[in-house]
Every structure is written in structure tokens, then in C-alpha cells.
């Protein structure tokens, strides 16, 4: 069966500190791969896309980047990190199309920022 | 953009009451609709779906949702809560044929607490 795991699970690191969030998937080969943020009563951001190695889309601008070294390891990063990057960052993937929208999360990691 | 709305967003309702939950999307074209459910300290999963077909979909749990096409709407419902019910539900809407995740819109939340 399938499963994902991302760590840290929790993370407290100062402004300005670099961040490395780390997803992983086995069970499944050439999985598309999501990073999204959920904010408090704002639902889910999609932040990060991949349909393969070294494939990033970025869907909103931020402070944030994302690196896929293997097919299925994916990686939440930032040189300096700033208060608003605060927030619960979830991983997922899914099948590829037509995955018919269907998404597989990760226990997700919760950042603050101090 | 197509933008989903979850109108309620806490809800708090003793065990064996009855549960509907709101959810509404903005796109008039070809949508595929899901519920996700986070429990405390679980991975967010999929609740139900809907592709086509019959508009009255069940998910696990007893679950069962509503697909009304004119009123743009896919509610959520389940005749009797439970207090491991207790959960934060997410609408969520894809476009198009193949529904591909990455156009999936997630609307807000809402969180359900259920007293014992």
C-alpha cells in the first residue's frame, strides 16, 4: 500500500532562519506531488506542484521553493524565513491524470515563526 | 477563478443530532467534488467523491452527500453524529473531465464538534 510521511512534524525557528520541510512517498511510482498550506479558517493554498524530477510549478508568489531530487522525495524550502510564513504545511500526491482530483495528504508540519 | 464556500464555520451538535453541512462553488462547467475530513492528530482523507452519475454519493462513516447542479451545491449530511465525528470537513471542487488535482479548490473548513 501506498503511504507518505513528512517531517518535521513541528518546527519553531527564528525570522530570517533558513526552513527544510521533507516529504516522502513509497508505494507508488511517478507520483504528482503537492505542497499546500493551511491557514486557520482559510482552507487549503496550493503552493507547489510537481509532475516529476526537477518539475516545480509555483502557484502563488512567496517566500518559499520546492525541490523534487527524486521521484518520489519532495522538499519545502527557504534561505530566510519570514513571520508570515507561519502555518501548517500539508504534502500530498496523487496518481497521474486523471487523478480525477483525488489527493493523499501527509501528517503535515506545523512552523512558527518567532 | 472558481472559489468554494463552506458557510459554517463551526458547528456544534450533541451525539445522535443530525448533520448538514454546506458547501457551495462558483465554476458552471464540469466539476468533480470531494469532502475531506481531518481528524484530530489524523492525516486529512477523503471522505466521498462525486464524478457523475447518481448526485446522492455515500462516503465512509455514514456519510452522504448531495450533488445539486442548479444550486451550484454538494452538502454534506449524516442522520445521526457521533462524537468521533469531531473533525474539521473541507469541500473541495475540480474542474473539467479529468478533474486534475492541481485544479482542486478547497473552500475553508469547518470545523464539527459533537458532545457526548
Known amino acids: 500500500s501506498q503511504t507518505i510521511h513528512q517531517w518535521p512534524a513541528t518546527l519553531v525557528q527564528p525570522v530570517g532562519s533558513p526552513l527544510s520541510l521533507e516529504c516522502t512517498v513509497e508505494g507508488t511510482s511517478n507520483p504528482n506531488l503537492y505542497w499546500y498550506r493551511q491557514a486557520a479558517g482559510r482552507g487549503l493554498q496550493l503552493l507547489f506542484y510537481s509532475i516529476g524530477i526537477d518539475q516545480i510549478s509555483s502557484e502563488v508568489p512567496q517566500n518559499l521553493s520546492a525541490s523534487r531530487p527524486q521521484d518520489r522525495q519532495f522538499i519545502l524550502s527557504s534561505k530566510k524565513l519570514l513571520l508570515s510564513d507561519s502555518g501548517f504545511y500539508l504534502c500530498?500526491?496523487?496518481?497521474?491524470?486523471?487523478?480525477?482530483?483525488?489527493?493523499?495528504f501527509g501528517e503535515g508540519s506545523r512552523l512558527t515563526v518567532l | 477563478a472558481q472559489s468554494v464556500s463552506q458557510h459554517n464555520h463551526h458547528v456544534i451538535l450533541s451525539e445522535a443530532a443530525s448533520l448538514e453541512l454546506g458547501c457551495n462553488y462558483s465554476y458552471g462547467g464540469t466539476v468533480n467534488l470531494f469532502w475531506y475530513v481531518q481528524y484530530p492528530g489524523q492525516h486529512l482523507q477523503l471522505l466521498l467523491k462525486?464524478?457523475?452519475?447518481?448526485?446522492l454519493v455515500k462516503g465512509i462513516k455514514g456519510f452522504e452527500a448531495e450533488f445539486i447542479k442548479s444550486k451550484f451545491s454538494f452538502n454534506l449530511r449524516k442522520p445521526s453524529v457521533q462524537w468521533s465525528d469531531t473533525a474539521e470537513y473541507f469541500c473541495a471542487v475540480s474542474r473539467g473531465v479529468s478533474g486534475s488535482a492541481r485544479q482542486l479548490t478547497f473552500g475553508s473548513g469547518t470545523q464539527l464538534t459533537v458532545l457526548p
Open positions: 462525486y464524478f457523475s452519475g447518481d448526485p
Open positions: 500530498a500526491w496523487s496518481v497521474r491524470p486523471p487523478s480525477m482530483g483525488e489527493l493523499f
